[in-house]
Every structure is written in structure tokens, then in C-alpha cells.
């Protein structure tokens, strides 16, 4: 039978790309025919040993296979991300199409420059959004390169002899590797908190859950074990196999990789979902808006042309200025303003050292009101001192220290910070004596139901001794004796009311308690759960956790700005709500887990209205709370860089984490800090906003001038013998005024709208866009009636006076109202725009007014205009703005922030 391995050599690199489904069978197939074999077998089949491979071996086999990657990582050609970019947006395929047929069927100079506009606005829409993108995307993996995940693989390496002349050894070590560098053959360790780097067949699990929803769906760890699984129907069933896509849970294990990259089942199946990703509340708020749009377009685009067909006889020409219309009323700049702004976003982010992992993130961010946080390493520091080790009394004893000391330096798995305070806290003279006086048996892994975890050691005599450390109310459960005064006493209810009055005063005094128990077990080739019964409280280890110099700060700016902080945290309620006085917390409510396993989704949705702190929780509750909030309107981030935060993280509208997260952590985030302030937290929430803001912005600039722009052309197309404005000046004050918009995402926004969160509100679009779009229709009238009675261009011989002369009013008007509708304060007075958006707005002013009179006025069939007109489009632009800036200040005081 070809072996997996065999397999995967016919399959070099590029070559996997192709047919997925296939793929994906035929890795299933050969990873169901190594569940089938033993570990010998298949270390054998992989040409491996079980002290891993040689470098020459891991070179051969890197050349043959390609990095361990899969499809939706590896980079596009450039041409591809353009084309993409084009395909994928509706309005530049609608423009494409409009633009051949003007080019096709128009004979006029006209016609052939107006082609060529709407090209050029397809062309600026795809490349300044694409290399915008490109720029902040360079930053951004600079950073990841920061945050690189890495796996624990066993290898065998050379090293020197004894002496000069003897000959290099080979030994087997364990080394850490990036996960992009290993290779079918590799023997991997597995522990808590890890993400599974490949296809592996298990060789060794002790107490391994993992999580494989990403594949199966199913939301439940699933147990895994190293024998041989005949029994299996597919390889996904096999409790053999571990598959990249999946985290480890609980317990360890190491495995043999079977394949990498796209060889492996979860890579052969990610062709097909390369670019997916579920819509966010953002996306759904342009789509609808770019929808409206054309929904608008559908509808006045044939009546614009009706009119002029039949007021002017011309079908022709009336459906060319039709096109033009329907250019002029796509939102074609949206995608473009869209993908500016978030990408300006992640690029200012970047250059704090935040890792912005999508691009939507940052709006989410923004939109967020309620964000959750674990309290260890987030809120605290990522560095916990131990500051005692008592007996059940309280009392100082170095025994206890002993004990807990074999349990931290002698588990396999993930050694949290509490584990590096016990180790740094044993003088080196006892710590050399204990290691060499005791050695590893077994473990029993941590969980998040038991609380803690247990190692067997062996003394030098040979007695095993089973010894237990975890959180104060599980371990004592599980304690059916203590030691009290040099003597082993019954746990009796007055005894275990003393034990417990003695480690709540710890934690009342801000210390984080864990109890230790142990006892003398019988000799047994293995040991489980069911083995942690009948244990001897030895006593307590407390550790002081302080929280962030920045984390008061950080707080307090956060709810100044609307966004409110709930703690969602694995330890006791006592220490919890110690750090949260410190940071400025106000706890009026809290939550324990226990309370919230009784509660139906109903009352824990009451709940999360009044509680501030939710303790005691494992990965689930924090899942369930913040879907609680979720159900309650809220949009939720969530802060957290342990095991048990990998749920919470990918159920929350936006995962933050940090660089020292585990791996499950920073692979669910959206977002992960560099630095350690938590500062930053409150200036991604404002970056957030701005973003959202300065799309908004153009949103309702483009609205509002549609709106009115649709009175002015249907009056003027029914009024008038004549158009009211040439196909070809249509587009070019149409490609002229999206340019001017180029900037807005370098906009600032004001502090009154940064106060607190925004999301969608169609509605309130609508209304400024009733109120505010007819305002200028108002003063495009004004401008026909002048130009017909003052100026008499009221004949098919003065038409071109009438349509420069209405070009150019309309282009400073829209062009220059940025400036009010960009602001709910008085522009230019009390709020100015940005730089960039001063020049661009300015600078197509300019070239509008110059264009009459420029050598390429006959171009676009624009006439000189005499100097009383530009007299009383002064009057009319300082009309315009003030008016509008009335309306809009009404609106403000009626309905609030605009």
C-alpha cells in the first residue's frame, strides 16, 4: 500500500494546488491507512526514528515538499490581487462595460475621452486601493514576523567529540522550529495551548483533548490516544490522528508529522476557502449602502434618458448622457475610500507595534462598546512573584515550597507563569537537591474542570509519591487528610472551615492562592484522574500578581470613550476583585462560574447587564457570556493570551491578544499588541472610529449630493432645449470630485464623534440625505435661472456657456461642502480638515475654474465664462455653505452627533 509519505512525494509544492476534493480524499485515505498501523510502522513507512530526523534528511525533505504552509498564506502574483480586486467589485465591471460601449459606438472626440475617464476611474479605484493596501499589508508582516509561532520537535543534530580527534556524535535533542520549517518525519510535542502544526500520528498521549471544530464543527475536545485505531471509519474518527487546524486542549502527547502544508487534510481542503470569511457588520453596511445606490441609479438613469429622448429628439445622444448619468451616480470610489481608510488604519497601528491580522478588525474595534478581559497577563503583569509558601495554618514552610517545586519543574506541559514563580523561588542549593533526588513517573495534565494537575515522581528509594497543585476550592476537594503541626490529620468541617478562613485571609491581603496536596501511592505502569483521591493538604503558595502600570490608565480611557471593561476570568472572585479596585474597576456585581452553569441564556442575558466581573470560568462560560452580550445588542471585544481565551477570542466581534499569548491564542486573535501598555488598547478603539467616521464622511457626501443631483438633472433634462451638461462633462466633474475624496482617510474627525462607539445606521444616512441633498438642487436651479435670463444662454446656440457654466458650479459646490458636512462644528473656524484634504479639495477647485480657459477647453466642450458670473457663484457658494451649515446644525440639535 503507498504510505502517506510516498504520497506526498508525488505531490510537490505547487502541484497540491490542484483539484482540493481529490486532495482531500486521497489524505484522508492515507492518514486512515497510518491510523491502522503501529508506531514502529509508521515511523518506519516515514523513514523516521523516534530520535527524529537528521539535518540532511530535514533539507531533503524541505526541498522536496516546500514549507509547511497552506494555500490561503502562500502570496498572489500581484496580477492576480488586481485582477481580483476588479472581478470582485461589481461597479468596476459595470464601468468597464459602459466605458467599451461609449468607446464602440461614440464617433465624437468627446465620446473617445469620455471612455477613457471611466477606464481611468476603474484604474484608480483597483491600484491606489491595492498599493495603499500593499503598504500598511509590508508593515503589518513585519510585525508578524515578531510573532512567529513555533513547534517542539525532537532532532538529531552533531555534535563535537570528547577531543579533537574523535568524531562528531549524533545525539537526539529537542529543539524549537517555526512552524513553517518541519517536515513529514518530524517527532513533535504536543502540550496544552499548542496548535497542531500538521498531520500527526500520534506515538505517546497522555490525557490529550483537542479541539477540531475547525474541521468537524464539533464544539466538544475530543479524547485522543497513541494505539492503533482499526476501528475508525474515516480519518477524522481516528483517535490516532491529530489534524493542523486543531489545539490542544488538555493533556500531552507527541506524534510523527504525516504531511505538511497543503498535503495535509486541512490544507487540501483550504484552496477552496481561500478569501472566504464571514461578513462583518461593516461589510454589510457598504453593501447595502453601494446597493441603495444603484437601486437609485436603476431607477433615475431611464427617466433621465426618456426625458431627453423625447424633449430633444435625440436617442442617441440622450442615451449617452444617460451613461454618463449612471457614472455620475455609482458609488464607483467606495471600495476605494473603504480599503484607504482601513488600510491607513492598520499602517497607523502598525507603527505602534500592533498587529492588525484583518483589515475589518479596525472598524470593529471602533464599533466595540463592551470589551472583556481576562486578568492574568493582561491586566496584570506577565511576571507573578511568589511571595509565600505556608502550611494550613499560614505559617512558613520550606516543605511545601519542596513540593510544589516538583510539581511545576517536572510537568511536560505549558509551564504558566505561576510555574516560572515556584521555579524562581527555590534557592538553587534545594533545587539542585530535588532534582536529583526525585524523577518524573507520570503526570496527570491540567483541565479546566479539575483545576489543577498532578505529577508522579519517584524518590530514590522507589516510593512514588502523586503531588497536586491547583486552584484552593478543587484540590481541597479532593483532600481527604492535612497535614497539620508535623501531623496527618482528618479532614474534618471544622478543619476545612479553618483552611478555608486561612486562604480567604490571603486573598482578602491581594494574593493569589493555589493549595498543594500529595500523597504516597502505590507502584503502577501508569496513573490517571481517578488517582487523585484521599490527598494530604500540604499546605498554600501565594503569589502576588500586580497589575500594569498602564492598566488604570488604559481603564479609565476606555470608559471615557464609551466602552465598558468586564472581567472574565478563571480565578477566585476575592483576588479578582482586589486587581479590580486597583485598576479602577467598580465591582457592584459579580458572576461565578457555578451561578452561571445554573442559568438559562434568558437570565445570564439579565445578568450581564449589572455584572462587571465573571470569575472562576472556564473556556465555555467566558463563550457564553460573551454571546449574552452579543444577544443584548452589545458589540464585544475580548482581551486574553491563555489557553482557556482561545474560545472567547473567536467568538468575540474583535480577539485581542498579545505577544506573549499562547499559540491558540494569537492564531484566534484579530488584533495582537507588541507592546505591553495597554494604551494602545484605547488608541486602536479611536482609530476604529476614525476610520468608520471618514467613511461615513464620504458616504454622506456622495448621498446627499445623488439625492440632489437627481432633481437638478430631471428638471433641467425636461426645462431645457438643450442638455444641461455634455456626456463627456459629466464624467470628467464626476472623475475630478472623486479625486478631491482621495484624502478624507487622512481626515481628522471630531473628539464629540470619537466619544463613544458607532456602527451602521442606514436611517440616519437616509435623513441627512434628505435633508442636505435637495439644499443644493436649490442653487443648481438658481444657477439655470441666471444663466437663462441674465446671461441669455437660453438657446441651443448658447449651450455650451450654460453647461461650463453649470459644470463649474456644480464641482465647487459639491467639492467645497466637505468642508461643512465633514465636521458638526462650524468649519474652517472651530474644525479644519486635514492637510491632504485641503490640497486635493482646493486643487480640483482650481483646475475647474481654470479648465474654460485652458487649451483644452474645445476638448470637453467647455466656452469662457464672463467675469459676472464668477461674482455671483461667490455669492452662491458663501449662500450654499451657510445654509447647508444651518440645516445641519438643526439636525444636530435634533437628533444628535451627526
Known sequence: MLDLFNFAMLIPNGARERGKGEAAARAAAQLSAFAR??????????????????????????????????AQEKKRPVLLQLLERFITNPINILLTVLATITWVTGSELSDKIGAIIMFAMVVMAVFVAHFQEARSGRAVEQLRRMVSNTATVRREVEEPGEDEEAQPRRVAKKLEVPIDGLVPGDIVFLSAGDMVPADLRLLHAKDLFVNQAALTGESMPVEKFAAADAEAKTALEARCLCFMGSNVVSGSATGVIAATGAGTYFGALAGSLVGQRVETSFDKGVSRFAWLMLRFMAVMVPVVFLINGVTKHDWFEAFMFAVAVAVGLTPEMLPMIVAINLAKGALKMARKDVIVKRLNAIQNFGAIDVLCTDKTGTLTQDRVILERHTDIRGDEDDAVLDFAWLNSYHQTGLKNLLDVAVLEGAAADAAARLKSAYSLVDEVPFDFSRRRMSVVVRDEAGRHFLISKGAVAETVGVCGFARDGGETVPMTPDKLAEIRAVSRDMNDDGFRVLALGMREIEVKPSYSRDDEKDLILMGFIAFLDPPKDSAADAIGALNANGVAVKILTGDNDVVTRNVCRQVGIKVEKFLTGPQIEAMNEEELTEATRTTQVFARLNPQQKVRVIQALHRDGHVVGFLGDGINDGPALRAADVGISVDTAVDIAKESADIILLEKSLLVLEEGVLEGRKVFGNVLKYIKMTASSNFGNMFSMIGASALLPFLPMM??????????????????????????????????????????????????????????????????????????????????????????????????????????????LTVTSTAICLAGMVLPFSPIATWFGFVPLPGIYWLFLAVVLVIYMGLTQFVKSRMIRRFGVL
Open 727 to 836: 456626456p463627456v462633462q459629466v464624467l470628467l466633474n464626476n472623475l475630478m470630485y472623486d479625486f478631491s475624496q482621495t484624502a478624507v482617510a487622512s481626515d481628522d474627525v471630531d473628539a464629540e464623534y470619537l466619544a463613544k462607539p458607532r456602527q451602521w445606521d442606514l436611517k440616519a444616512i437616509a435623513r441627512f440625505m434628505v435633508f442636505i441633498g435637495p439644499i443644493s438642487s436649490i442653487f443648481d436651479y438658481c444657477t439655470f435661472g441666471f444663466m437663462w435670463f441674465v446671461l441669455g444662454a437660453n438657446t441651443a446656440a448658447h449651450q455650451q456657456l450654460f453647461q461650463t457654466a453649470w459644470f463649474v458650479e456644480s464641482l465647487l459646490t459639491q467639492t467645497l461642502i466637505v468642508h461643512v458636512i465633514r465636521t458638526g462644528r462650524i468649519p474652517f473656524v472651530e474644525s479644519r480638515a486635514s492637510l491632504p
Open 37 to 70: 498501523l503501529d508506531g514502529t510502522e509508521v515511523l518506519a513507512r516515514l523513514g523516521s526514528t523516534a530520535d527524529g530526523l537528521s539535518g540532511e534528511q530535514v533539507a531533503e525533505f524541505t526541498a522536496r515538499f516546500g514549507p509547511n504552509v497552506v
